[in-house]
């Protein structure tokens, strides 16, 4: 394939993803992906491959609206088997309160607590961007976050262990005022407009360090926490192509996402995504793309991952499940470094700047 082809193809897509806030969930960097090698997901908890997928890959059936069906037994915070498996319960579906500017938007996804736990295995540029405490009250340490979730521009979840009174008292001293609870969440906010949420095993974030979007913050903050909460329909739930998206990107480490008007990646795509899941000697990295029905092409898939800088120098894969097709390759989890800005794109004519 001639080089500007390839370069056009691994730049395909790289508007789709958003800066995220202070860096903390960059899409540049994805710590994800559980080693297969290494017995990571193990048999009790990988689904049974497919006729349609190749060989040694995984494959799950999609569910709207669940977060994926390879799940890990007995995690533990320094154990690669401890993912993000429950952010996708914290995505408010667009149509919430009317509030949202668009009928889609990006979501970003790490598990801080097992990358830091294991920096002797992972990249210094992984562990860099696992970082969370410095920027969330009453999180002593990263490491003892499960997952930070990126909710549009500024809002992010952090689910984690922690001293809520405590954390509560730290924002206090550091200027935030009382504003009202909602659904139990003690929420307190400063002059510079930002805004924090304490519930239990979790804090949700918005316009702290800094963000793009200047407009109310309160409404935004509770749609997040009603459907954390199970009190508003779910992103998952409400949009088919974002439940399926969801469930083939699986529990992971890192994981993005961006649901989309049909053809703005591949053609009768509605949805495209990456995760990775690392594992002590390898990372097992998925680009899913969800098709509307009747449109799947595998072939295109195959075509943009053979040549696409997501995995290096490795050979992907491609599987078929249902609508949903994903690539996997696995790479050596001490080289994984990130992904790239782009997501799953054929063609660098078709791109979406979901919000």
């Known amino acids: 394939m001639p080089p500007s082809r390839r370069r056009l193809l691994r730049r ?14 960059d899409s540049g ?4 992906a559980s080693d297969p090698s290494a017995g990571e997901p193990d048999d009790a908890t990988s689904p049974t491959p497919t006729a349609t997928s190749a060989p040694g890959e995984l494959t799950s059936t999609p569910t709207a609206g ?33 509030i949202f500017r668009r009928e889609d938007y990006i979501f970003t996804s790490v598990a801080p607590g097992p990358l830091l736990a294991n920096r002797d295995r992972v990249s210094e540029s992984l562990v860099s ?28 979840v952090v689910e984690t262990t922690y001293d809520r009174d405590g954390a509560v008292a730290t924002a206090e001293e550091r200027g935030y005022t009382r504003d009202e609870p909602h659904r139990g969440f003690a929420i307190r906010s400063n002059d510079s407009g930002a805004t924090l949420a304490f519930g239990d095993g979790v804090i949700v974030v918005s316009g702290v360090s800094g963000t793009a979007y200047e407009g109310e913050k309160r409404p935004r903050i509770e749609a997040v926490i009603d459907a954390g909460t199970g009190n508003a ?22 994981a993005t996402g961006a649901p989309h008007r049909r053809g703005a990646s591949f053609e009768g795509a509605v949805a495209v995504g990456k995760s990775a ?8 990295l998925r680009a899913p793309v969800v098709f509307a029905e009747g449109a799947v092409d595998r072939e295109a898939v ?17 599987a078929v499940d249902g609508r949903t097709v994903v690539a996997r390759a696995l790479v050596p989890t001490e080289s994984f ?9 054929h063609g660098s004519e078709r791109t979406a700047t979901p919000e």
């Open 12 to 25: 395909a897509g790289a508007a789709l993803l958003a800066a995220s806030a202070s860096g903390c969930l």
């Open 29 to 32: 960097s994805d710590p994800t």
């Open 66 to 98: 669940s977060v994926g069906a390879e799940t890990a037994t007995t995690p533990t915070a320094s154990s690669f088997e401890t993912t993000n498996e429950s952010y996708g319960k914290w995505l408010p579906t667009p149509a919430a309160a009317g």
């Open 129 to 156: 961007r696992a970082e969370f405490d410095s920027f969330v009250p009453g999180v002593d340490s990263s490491e003892d976050i499960t997952a930070g979730t990126r909710v549009l521009k500024g809002w992010t």
């Open 233 to 254: 329909p779910r992103y998952g739930e409400d949009v088919d192509g974002c439940g399926r998206l969801l469930d083939a990107l699986g529990p992971a480490h890192l």
């Open 277 to 284: 899941r690392l594992g002590p000697e390898r990372t097992l």
């Open 302 to 318: 195959g075509e943009w991952a053979a040549n696409a800088g997501l995995f290096d120098d490795a050979e992907p894969t491609t």
């Open 337 to 345: 470094t990130g992904f790239t800005s782009t997501l799953p794109a």
